[in-house]
């Protein structure tokens, strides 16, 4: 149980464009899902949290602009990267937290690779 | 806001040996603290997690102990096999005003087991 999962895994995209990263939990419902960070080698950086039927919440320095959040159903929230520049090069790892707890499972990550 | 500071950053132990590692959080209203393991390109898998409540709590090899007047909690891993070789991650948790929770990561902990 406590699966999440991510799509797609890896992306290369060219500068300018648009990049969509998926997040779903698939055995359990997550009202709440978390969108992290991470660079080589370091630490996981909260970008923001995502609420089911709300705005997400952005951790300060996080554009919201270029980081677009949705949540649209319990078991889906979704990332896009807007007009990504070679500087949003990472790995972005979702979380979803079971309902009613604190406990939170990771996604697998999603490598971006903007050229 | 939360603080965690994480030690040691690389830790290199012998098959069969313990590994500790040891994270010191700032805000007293913390109350939960996971650990999790990542493996690289991987998204971090949650170990073992503790609440305020209880000072320690075992699971196999893995155990966690928590002091929360001096706020540290430990990452106690006994007879490491080559397979635990990871980074380690851990973090705090509190319930935020206005509800909701978010962690704070350490800064991560590369556990080496050599052979």
């Known amino acids: 149980g406590a699966v999440v999962s991510q799509h797609p895994s890896r992306v290369i995209c060219k500068s300018g464009t648009s990049v969509k990263i998926e997040c779903r939990s698939l055995?359990?419902?997550?009202?709440?899902m978390f969108w992290y960070r991470q660079f080589p080698k370091q630490s996981l950086m909260l970008m923001a949290t995502s609420n089911e039927g709300s705005k997400a919440t952005y951790e300060q320095g996080v554009e919201k602009d270029k980081f677009l959040i949705n949540h649209a159903s319990l078991t889906l929230s979704t990332l896009t990267v807007t007009s990504a520049h070679p500087e949003d090069s990472s790995f972005y790892i979702c979380?979803?937290?079971?309902?009613?707890?604190?406990?939170?499972?990771f996604g697998p990550g999603t490598r971006l690779l903007v050229l | 806001g939360e603080n965690v500071e994480q030690h040691p950053s690389t830790l290199s132990v012998q098959e069969g040996d313990s590994a500790v590692i040891k994270c010191t959080y700032s805000d007293s209203a913390s109350n939960y603290f996971p650990w999790y393991k990542q493996e690289l390109g991987k998204g971090p898998q949650l170990i073992i997690d503790?609440?305020?409540?209880?000072g320690e709590k075992k699971d196999q090899r893995i155990a966690v102990t928590l002091n929360k007047t001096a706020k540290h909690f430990s990452l106690h891993i006994t007879e490491t096999q080559p397979e635990d070789s990871a980074v380690y991650f851990c973090a705090a948790s509190g319930i935020l005003t206005g509800g909701g929770n978010k962690l704070t990561f350490g800064t991560g902990t590369q556990l080496k087991v050599e052979l």
């Open positions: 503790i609440r305020s409540n209880v």
């Open positions: 055995d359990f419902q997550a009202t709440t």
């Open positions: 979380s979803a937290r079971v309902r009613a707890t604190l406990t939170q499972y």
